[in-house]
């Protein structure tokens, strides 16, 4: 079965620093996201992407957050300097239809802000 | 804020039926209710979806009330390995994102 698949696992990272956490959506799908999870918090929308372009954004997502699709493969969260806070579980996900299909979310990346 | 409510917590034992219950009473005409869940901080998971008919897949059944303001999800053997978190997530034309809820904790015990 067709998978969504993220890198690294377990990113730790000093604050301040930039961070690049890397997806590899399924090879159809056209409309991709990234959602984060603090621990013992809800899963969070941060943004939407399709077509080249920021769909759609949440208050999350501010100006230290970008995103990325820099070839036909791979999508990526970049946060330019990390706070303690930004500490979570980014997921990313991808579907084929944005109403009638679900979507694949990846296994996440742990990101460890110290 | 999510448009769902969904109780915090429910046991099955094993090989019975899960019958996980949603309230989503201000549903719209155009929106669905979706399931997914999340084992154990795992990515989530797409469970099935409807809009006003019964749906079935592999996986579980979703049962909509004819009002549309409520819903039920069924495991109908319940495993060890469904032990998660449920979501019921009510998503419309033009929604972009889903919106998670705290959701249903779902535990089966031998």
């Known amino acids: 079965e067709p998978e969504v698949t993220q890198t690294p696992s377990h990113q730790v990272t000093q604050m301040g620093q930039e961070v690049i956490l890397r997806c590899v959506p399924i090879s159809n799908h056209l409309y991709f996201y990234w959602y984060r999870q603090i621990l013992g918090q809800k899963v969070e929308f941060l943004v939407s992407f399709y077509n080249n372009e920021i769909s759609e954004k949440s208050e999350i997502f501010d100006d230290q957050f970008s995103v990325e699709r820099p070839d036909g493969s791979n999508f990526t969260l970049k946060i330019r300097s990390t706070k303690l806070e930004d500490s979570a579980m980014y997921f990313c996900?991808?579907?084929?239809?944005?109403?009638?299909?679900?979507?694949?979310f990846g296994s996440g990346t742990r990101l460890t802000v110290v | 804020d999510a448009k769902t409510t969904q109780p915090p917590s429910m046991d099955c034992a094993e090989g019975r039926a899960a019958n996980l219950p949603c309230n989503h009473s201000?549903?719209?005409?155009?929106?669905?209710v979706y399931w997914y869940r999340q084992i154990h901080s795992q990515g989530p998971q797409y469970i099935i979806h409807?809009?006003?008919n019964n749906e079935t897949n592999e996986m579980a059944s979703l049962i909509i009330t004819e009002d549309r303001k409520s819903s039920t999800l069924i495991l109908p053997h319940a495993t060890l390995r469904d032990t998660a978190v449920y979501y019921c997530i009510v998503r419309g034309v033009g929604d972009d994102k889903l919106i998670f809820g705290t959701g249903t904790r779902l535990q089966v015990f031998p």
């Open positions: 409807g809009l006003k």
């Open positions: 201000t549903i719209s005409g155009n929106e669905y």
């Open positions: 996900a991808s579907t084929a239809g944005v109403l009638l299909q679900g979507y694949t």
